[in-house]
């Protein structure tokens, strides 16, 4: 039956009960704009969710040729019909006034309109003379976590075997590069092993730093019908906020920030002396046990509650939970990702597994989740610091395999070091060796971190920057040349989520203007460039998404990723399919490593590990010594201590995230009214404790300091640990009064004003939540509250102590459940 439901008041909505080993119940929820008749809609286009890594399917209205609604679909694996806030209102940014229609140039200082050849041939003859003067080293490319995996090849191919350059990442540098690190150190090769299905059958879930209920908000609403329905799960909260996932859990730890491993340690000490690990596992599937045993031998849940200021007692019942379960499903997001000793922690996670036997059986998975929706095809089309296909850089084999792929000699592909990770990229930039940065897809000027730093660098008269975006984001403002490009719902295309499903996401409207899609501005910057294989033909011989994919396919075949089965026609109309999918799984794979792991072995693993301490990459050799038989490898780490401590003038360490009516810089979802209006502007969270003892209250204008930088918001007193400040990362400068970053040592809006530049040395992914920071008062609230949802993780210490969050009849979404 139908319901009508406030999205924004009830970001999950209704509940659809099952049991374990149930299958999960449909729900469409559809969203229609005002005056829209359902009847009057003909015309559903079938795509998927861009706006988060959950890869939730559904399909536009569309009516005269303009989008007009959305509905989820209920035919596909991943949501079962269901679409959370982001889904059901983000789409209206498509239709924003203050879209670009048409490039920009650099004109005596300001950026003015242009033809597209004007543009393209600036950024070509740019091209040509650094190739000259510089060679290939001095452009790099930076792209996005938001593109089609048809863009992402193209991208890597004319950036590695056109231009020859080895600087090549994307922003999902900033959210999954440690997923992706993890499953390598782990598995030795990236592919998340779990599947969501696996949320159906576990008897008790693991969310270790992953506020789920925000960030992949239909996976949330999947557990929370099973809690309540029969046999429900346990759940074990590993976060420092009071999220909606803390307040279901059986066992919510809110440990110090930047302890990650200490606790970890902790908690694998406590399963190896009760002996609760599956002994006959660890010798078939794995190596590395007896390093494990040494290393966690002193790891007890006292030493870790010293470290990590969480009761031994608790870490004694989270290991009991662990311990004890017939089917584990863990799953890791940014509180692992962006902390200090980010892959050393995510890799304990996996040995959790590891040593307890739980992969590749239905409900015992592990998913180190993504942020991003399509930060999985980066790291598959190798436009994220890898080579396309999961292929092994240090691999002579691996490189000259993908030279045959593209026609060129194997010296073309540079592969004489490791591929440049973005902040390195960012720093040969400031010191003056890339002299042209190509930015698609994504605003550093709000989302890297120590944004004064980050604006000196893209304000350098000597960098060429060239930026490919929807709107004038505060990164476009700082370009040479602005690219007007495209965006879901206006081209066609396939991504991947989180857990290996690959959606098509179909044309539905004309993009505005002039703008193009991403896909064909890379076919002309080839064109125009005419790179060449070896025989003399082009380098890129696909001239459309199809013909894209299926050169992709041929990239894939043999991988890991492998596409061969897959095509858009197949993808259409029916659910996201997981791969791989070949002629050995024509119907795609559920979960990786039913039977131990088959792509460790020294011949084809995508990489053959580094030291979890200092980063350094292991050889050939060493690898092969240490797993010749190609198994999983249970990698120990030992805890050290965050670079970056409080002291008596920074008292607080500061986190940053995310709240779940934002989306990344709010580019689109600032744009969508229903978003904005539940989260218009930053806020600061700090604790009642920590309130009281400052003289704080709800709603006061507070700032907040390091030696980087300083941000002012309104307070919101929660219940986040004593000691801790949160503010959220998604606010810029683009809609305050003055539209840009303030000058000089004005406080600004953006988070990352504050944040340290620093990254952690296996993953390379920034460190966005260990600084140290003092807060104090500007000035008294005198009425006002924070602007901060009081839906999830940001509701006040005191319920009902300032208004609920709603949205009103303009955010009322049916329901059918059928």
């Not at 949330?220 to 859990?249: F, H, K, Q, S």
């Not at 050169?551 to 996201?576: M, Q, V």
């Not at 990254?759 to 966005?768: C, E």
């Amino acid at each position: 039956m139908d319901a009508s439901v406030d999205r924004i008041a009830r970001p999950w909505g209704g509940r659809t009960p099952y049991g374990r080993h149930e299958p999960w119940p449909t729900r469409v929820d559809t969203f229609l704009e005002e005056g829209v008749d359902p009847a009057s809609v003909r015309e559903w286009v079938q795509t998927a969710s861009i706006l988060h890594s959950d890869g939730d399917a559904m399909d536009v209205a569309v009516v005269d040729g303009r989008m007009v609604g959305v509905r989820g679909r209920a035919v596909d694996r991943v949501n079962r019909g269901r679409l959370g806030p982001k889904d059901l209102f983000g789409w209206q940014a498509n239709g924003s006034a203050d879209r670009l229609t048409r490039p920009l140039i650099r004109r005596d200082g300001r950026l003015v309109e242009c033809d597209w050849d004007t543009a393209m041939e600036r950024v070509v003859e740019r091209s040509r003379d650094l190739l000259a003067e510089r060679g290939p080293g001095s452009i790099g490319f930076y792209t996005s976590g938001q593109l089609y995996l048809e863009e992402y090849y193209t991208l890597a191919v004319l950036a590695r075997a056109g231009i020859g350059t080895n600087h090549l990442d994307g922003n999902t540098r900033l959210c999954t590069s440690t997923a992706a690190e993890a499953l390598k150190e782990s598995f030795g090769c990236d592919g998340q092993p779990g599947s969501y299905d696996d949320i159906d059958h576990a008897d008790v879930i693991a969310l270790f730093g992953h506020n789920i209920a925000e960030t992949q908000p239909v996976q949330w609403m999947r557990i929370l019908d099973r809690l309540a329905g029969a046999e429900p799960p346990r759940l074990l909260c590993v976060d420092p906020r009071p999220t909606r996932v803390a307040r279901e859990a059986t066992v919510h730890l809110a440990p110090r920030s930047g302890t990650n491993v200490a606790l970890l340690n902790a908690l694998l000490h406590e399963l190896i002396r009760t002996d609760r690990v599956d002994h006959d596992y660890i010798t078939a599937h794995t190596v590395g046990y007896e390093e494990l045993v040494s290393r966690v031998e002193t790891c007890t849940p006292e030493w870790a509650a010293r470290i990590c200021d969480v009761p031994a007692a608790r870490i004694e019942e989270a290991a009991e939970l662990i311990g004890t379960a017939d089917r584990l499903l863990s799953t890791v997001l940014q509180g692992v990702y962006q902390s200090h000793q980010a892959t050393a922690a995510a890799v304990q996670i996996n040995n959790l597994h590891l040593v307890r036997g739980m992969l590749g059986r239905p409900g015992a998975g592990v998913l180190q989740m993504n942020g991003q929706p399509t930060a999985q095809n980066t790291r598959e089309c190798g436009a994220d610091g890898d080579l396309p296909g999961f292929r092994n850089w240090q691999n002579d084999s691996h490189v000259a395999d993908l030279a045959r792929v593209w026609n060129v000699e194997p010296k073309t592909i540079p592969h004489y070091a490791p591929p440049t990770h973005a902040m390195q990229m960012f720093r040969y930039a400031e010191q003056g060796s890339i002299r042209m940065l190509w930015i698609s897809g994504t605003n550093p000027a709000v989302s890297l971190p120590e944004l004064s730093r980050v604006r000196s660098i893209l304000g350098q008269d000597r960098l060429f920057i060239v930026v490919q975006d929807l709107f004038l984001t505060e990164t476009a403002q700082l370009a040479d040349v602005v690219l007007p490009a495209a965006t879901w719902g206006e081209k066609t295309g396939t991504f991947t989520n989180a857990d290996r499903t690959v959606h098509l996401a179909d044309k539905a409207v004309e993009p505005p203007g002039e703008a193009r899609p991403d896909l064909d501005i890379f076919l002309d910057y080839a064109a125009r460039m005419d790179f060449r294989d070896k025989d003399g033909g082009p380098l890129i011989g696909w001239h459309d998404p199809e013909s894209a994919f299926e050169a992709w396919k041929r990239c894939s075949a043999g991988r890991p990723c492998d596409y061969t089965g897959l095509s858009h026609e197949r993808l259409r109309g029916a659910s996201g399919i997981q791969w791989p999918c070949d002629d050995r799984n024509p119907d795609g794979t559920e979960r990786l490593y039913t039977d131990g792991v088959s792509w460790a072995h020294p011949d084809a693993c995508e990489s053959y590990g580094k030291d979890l301490v200092t980063g350094a990459s292991s050889d050939a050799v060493e690898y092969r010594s240490l797993n010749p038989d190609g198994k999983a490898m249970i990698k120990a780490a030992g805890y050290l201590p965050p670079h970056e401590p409080p002291d008596e003038d920074h008292p607080f360490q500061l986190t940053t995230g995310r709240t779940i009516y934002h989306f990344h810089t709010r580019t689109k979802t600032g744009r969508a009214p229903q978003l904005n209006a539940a989260a218009p502007d930053v806020w600061v969270e700090a604790s009642a404790a920590d309130a009281a003892a400052l003289g704080l209250d709800e709603g006061d204008l507070v700032e907040v300091s390091t030696d980087r930088g300083a941000v002012r918001g309104r307070l919101r007193v929660t219940g986040i640990r004593a000691g801790l400040l949160f503010i959220p990362f998604h606010y810029g400068y683009w809609d305050t009064e003055a539209g840009h970053a303030p000058d000089g040592a004005t406080p600004g809006r953006a988070a990352n004003e504050t944040t340290v530049t620093d990254w952690d040395p296996v993953s390379k992914q920034p460190l966005f939540k260990t600084a140290a920071a003092a807060l104090r008062l500007v000035a008294r609230a005198d009425g006002e509250t924070a602007p901060a949802p009081t839906t999830a993780a940001s509701a006040p210490a005191r319920p009902g102590s300032v208004p609920a969050t709603a949205g009103g009849p303009a955010a009322h979404v049916t329901e059918d459940a059928g």
